[in-house]
């Protein structure tokens, strides 16, 4: 880990397929110094097959730093050579996936938030990955799976992974997963977010660090979950599809740096010349649609975005490089928008957690069974 970035995360921006590629990695560290970006999942098999590629899978810019690799996979040997192979790349924490309840995923032998089933593999997998690289393994996973649901299973869980392996750290998507009846995006928003568990582990493993994560969509929020105890925010969807609102605060809200009077027009001009300095670098992509998608959320709810989009739906046909559709594009966007600073936070729910401590399940008191069982 590089010595200089405080640990854990304070805030982070939670791994998304598909979502948190390079460009948008690069993106939001235009906007943040200090949050932590997490990679989209990779799967143990594509680093372990993709030996000969491994820079088109694993390499960053420097500037992306604090950045984690999110690693999936359910084979021990492959997830101890992916690890090995991805440590010359300097990832700042290494986590493993134990939430995801795609098809894609889950339905992969045991993989993703199946895991949770079996801690024992979790800790044997963690410890694996522990045993290949220089820096900290954390795991991220959900409250539970489909009946699997008590606080005390929960506890199980944390308990046996974190005694019987090196994870001190874990991301916890506040809301359980079915694994049958609901697709992966009905699966974020279905099952209730159940906070008090999350609240209930920091009182109950007094010894682990603990990140909050699921729904949380303003800075209000993000010191809301914080000033309760939390000792770190993971913040998905809100962070993807409002950039500058999220993002632009979190240097400032969250770690106390100075106000700054960045720009959306100084994050474009620095964003284009990366973005013409990437497209087709691999043959056909990436092309200027995959590079201008993080910024589809640039501009929400302001003055001209609902023209922006439109005028981005026919720009991508035309455009050849990300310059030429800026100019074309941002022409729907007035000056005062393109010109202005963060400004101040946008209000959300700031008392979302102020009730929560009276909420908290049973404590939790299996542990020394468990630990005959394991
Ligand atoms: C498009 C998309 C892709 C996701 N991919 C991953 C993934 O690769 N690994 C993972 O652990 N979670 C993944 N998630 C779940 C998020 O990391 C996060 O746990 C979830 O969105 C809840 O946080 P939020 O309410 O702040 O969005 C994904 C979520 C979305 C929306």
Redesign the pocket.
């Known amino acids: 880990m590089v010595a200089n970035f405080y640990y854990p995360p304070l805030f982070s921006v939670?791994?998304?397929?598909?979502?948190?590629d390079h460009h948008y990695r690069t993106l939001a560290r235009l906007i943040s110094k200090h949050a932590w970006l997490?990679t989209?999942?990779l799967a143990a098999e594509t680093i372990v097959h993709q030996k000969g590629n491994l820079d088109r899978f694993l390499a960053y810019s420097p500037d992306q730093h604090p950045i984690v690799l999110?690693i999936?996979g359910s084979n021990l040997e492959n997830l101890a050579k992916a690890t090995e192979l991805a440590n010359s790349y300097c990832y700042d924490e290494i986590?493993f996936?134990c939430?995801?309840p795609?098809p894609r995923v889950a339905g992969r032998g045991c993989f993703?938030v199946r895991l949770m089933l079996d801690p024992k593999f979790v800790a044997e997998a963690i410890s694996l990955i522990a045993a290949n690289t220089d820096v900290p393994v954390s795991v991220?996973c959900r409250i539970g799976v489909d009946d699997h649901d008590s606080y005390n299973e929960l506890c199980d869980f944390i308990y046996k992974v974190s005694s019987q392996s090196p994870a001190k750290h874990f991301?916890i998507?506040s809301r359980k997963a079915l694994l049958k009846g609901l697709n992966?995006?009905e699966n974020?928003s279905i099952p209730p977010l159940k906070y008090e568990y999350f609240y209930g582990l920091l009182r109950d493993f007094p010894d682990l660090t603990f990140t909050i994560?699921?729904?949380?969509?303003s800075i209000d929020e993000v010191n809301g979950a914080l000033k309760a105890g939390a000792h770190g925010v993971?913040?998905?969807?809100?962070?993807?599809h409002n950039p500058w609102h999220i993002l632009g605060h979190v240097d400032s809200a969250v770690y106390g740096a100075p106000r700054s009077d960045l720009t959306r027009r100084q994050v474009l001009e620095k964003y284009q010349i990366y973005g013409d300095s990437v497209v087709r670098k691999y043959g056909l992509g990436p092309t200027v649609r995959d590079i201008v998608k993080p910024l589809l959320g640039f501009f929400h709810s302001e003055p001209g975005n609902g023209l922006w989009k439109r005028k981005a739906n026919s720009a991508f046909h035309t455009c050849t490089t990300v310059k030429s559709f800026l100019e074309e594009t941002l022409v729907a966007i007035p000056d005062s928008v393109l010109d202005s600073p963060f400004g101040e936070p946008q209000s959300g729910r700031g008392d979302l957690f102020a009730n929560i401590h009276g909420l908290l399940p049973t404590p939790y008191r299996a542990r020394e069974v468990d630990a005959i069982a394991i």
């Not at 939670?14 to 948190?20: F, K, N, Q």
């Not at 993971?234 to 993807?240: F, K, T």
Request: aromatic letters at 8%.
């Open positions: 939670a791994p998304m397929m598909d979502w948190t997490y989209e999942m999110q999936g986590n996936n939430g995801c795609s993703g991220k991301i998507h992966p995006a974020r994560n699921g729904g949380i969509t993971m913040v998905g969807r809100a962070a993807y």
